[in-house]
């Protein structure tokens, strides 16, 4: 069947600035959503570092089909300008400072070695990092810091890394002889996609909204996936220390966490700028605006490439992970001291 489709790209200037990065990630846009912060103080200075994961979005699909299917439109945006190893040597720096710090205030941290011997994780298998992964998030790179190794579940074929769905952090720390536990999970996103179809004129859209920013919570989207057309999953941006299990369901009694309120736009990074693919159903007569060009094709899937200056990128994404790490270590040695 005859498509009618139409390709915009609203462009504005980028919004270079020259406030702090540790403006951006700060109480303002964080979140509290621990407790028992002052019983911190008890713990030893032990710490253990759970998970150090951050994810860094390449590219995102999103596809709306009709009712009937008479119409479809699809959109798959990538980004240019940073590589696998650039940002994996990113994670690798924000995460040796962070231990660094924790060191530097005297604090032991525990490794995956020492770990390892608790029945937590008898039947888990111990990871390296280092090695940058497409198989966590659908169009995300997912990094672990190279210096770093963690504990999953299982490993499915594709290579994805499968965690407990439970939080184990209070048990663990009770099994580490109460030692803190740390756990991170940090993304940065370019892109938001939005498809939907209109049931009465069976036409359908896709738009992007393209703007550099750390997400609450980083959502992937492809036009195929596990769960058919258009699928999405999230992964929650958070940071926590956990001290001491309580008995068996009930949590730890001290944590330290936040998470960001709302998205947290980095500027100066990307240009911003709008999509928008749009596919008519020809057989209806109010379906096709005038304004729409016209262009024939039996299906569609439009893609568009997304510029990153690399230096603002690679600079910004370091120095807001640091501004984040910055954040959480000084409410816990705040909490530590009493």
Known sequence: MKKFITSIALLSLMAFTSAPIDSFVSEKTLQKTGYGEKKMKKAPKKVFINSFFVNYQLVAGARAS?????????MTVALDGV???????????????????????????????????????????KVQGGTPSKAQLTGYLSTAPADYEFFVKRITKKGKNKRNFLDNAPKLSKQLDDAVVFEGAFNF??????????YLVESTKVKAKVNFKMPASAVAQSEKGLLGQGSVATSPTIARFVYKGKAAGLGAESMIAYSP?????????IEKKKF????????HPYS?????????EKDVKVSHRVQADTEAYLKSAEESLNAYLDFMLERFLESAAG
């Open 83 to 125: 590589d696998s190893d650039q940002l994996q040597e990113v994670t690798n720096k924000a995460y040796q400072r962070f231990v660094k710090k924790l060191q530097d205030n005297g604090y032991q941290i525990i490794l995956a070695d020492e770990a390892g011997k608790v029945e937590v994780f008898a039947d888990w298998e």
């Open 288 to 296: 096709t605006p005038s304004y729409y060009g016209v262009m024939m």
């Open 66 to 74: 009709s009712a009937t299917g008479s119409s479809k439109t699809g």
């Open 189 to 198: 996103q370019y892109v938001e996609l939005d498809a939907s179809s209109n």
């Open 261 to 269: 309120k709302k998205d947290i736009e980095i500027p100066g990074v």
């Open 276 to 283: 928008k693919e749009y596919t008519a159903n020809p057989n």
